[in-house]
């Protein structure tokens, strides 16, 4: 079994991860303090790839990270990711949140759309709609039109509020997370850290304008050697 440790605050006295307490304990752990809590989710190598030795995120992850996926997406009325991502990682809806697909050109070749327990959200410019309804013709989904052809979080956040759904988890990509920590919009980081190297592999962020200053709100460590960080951004919200 796993043995997880809280080491910042603490330490704590280690705890079986994968023990049905200890879900219930991640949850208050990781529980926003507003419910329009803003939250990136990632997981990369020691070197920063977020893209392990499959060219996907899962070679990278572990069962206590996605324990920790769990929480915080059960945490989120909204689980916003790219559409480069879905194409990658091939993903699934979560089931205790809705999915939202960004794109700006409509293309969503490879989806697995159809396979959602809530009906997705699909968020491009007016420009890409009719190309999204061309290519999920009979898969049930809501188009989120954007007014602007270049991505603007804030009309992103303000159109997923519209709808109920203030709290979001962005689970990337790299660009996609870019332009919102850019735009001032991100309360935290939340970064599992793998126990791997991976080279030349995806940064976690490869473009970054601004330089937000960071607080370490916890830290948990497991005993295979994965740390799981909880980064408060200091500067969140003050973007003009």
């Given at each position: ?11 704590s006295?280690?705890?079986?991860a994968?023990a ?10 990781y529980r ?11 997981v ?10 499959d060219?996907?995120?899962e070679?990278?992850s572990?069962?206590?990270d ?5 929480v ?10 790219g559409?480069?991502t ?7 809806s ?6 939202a ?13 159809g396979e959602?327990?809530?009906?997705p ?6 420009s ?20 602007s052809?270049v991505?603007?979080?804030a009309?992103?956040?303000?159109g997923?509020?519209e709808?109920?759904?203030?709290g979001?988890?962005?689970?990337g ?5 870019a ?24 940064p976690l962020l ?7 200053r960071a ?12 740390l ?6 200091r ?6």
């Amino acid at each position: 079994m796993t043995a997880l440790t809280l080491l910042v605050p603490g330490p704590s006295e280690p705890r079986e991860a994968e023990a049905p307490a200890t879900r219930d304990w991640l949850a208050e752990l990781y529980r926003p303090p507003s419910p329009t809590w803003v939250r990136l989710n990632f997981v990369a190598s020691i070197n920063g790839s977020v893209v392990g030795v499959d060219g996907t995120s899962e070679s990278l992850s572990s069962p206590t990270d996605r324990r920790i996926l769990g929480v915080l997406r059960q945490h989120a009325d909204v689980v916003l990711v790219g559409a480069r991502t879905v194409r990658r990682e091939g993903y699934a809806s979560p089931r205790h949140a809705r999915l939202a697909v960004v794109t700006r050109s409509g293309d969503l070749t490879g989806h697995r759309l159809g396979e959602s327990f809530l009906r997705p959200l699909i968020v491009c410019p007016e420009s890409a709609v009719e190309r999204v309804e061309l290519q999920l013709r009979g898969t049930a989904v809501e188009i989120l039109p954007l007014r602007s052809e270049v991505l603007d979080p804030a009309e992103v956040l303000a159109g997923l509020r519209e709808r109920g759904l203030p709290g979001v988890v962005c689970e990337g990509g790299p660009t996609l997370a870019a332009a919102f920590l850019d735009a001032g919009l991100i309360d935290e980081l939340c970064l599992t850290t793998s126990p791997q190297l991976r080279a030349p592999g995806t940064p976690l962020l490869p473009h970054l304008v601004r330089t937000p200053r960071a607080r370490l709100a916890h830290l948990l460590a497991d005993d295979t050697g994965y740390l799981y960080a909880r980064w408060a951004l200091r500067d969140r919200g003050q973007a003009g």
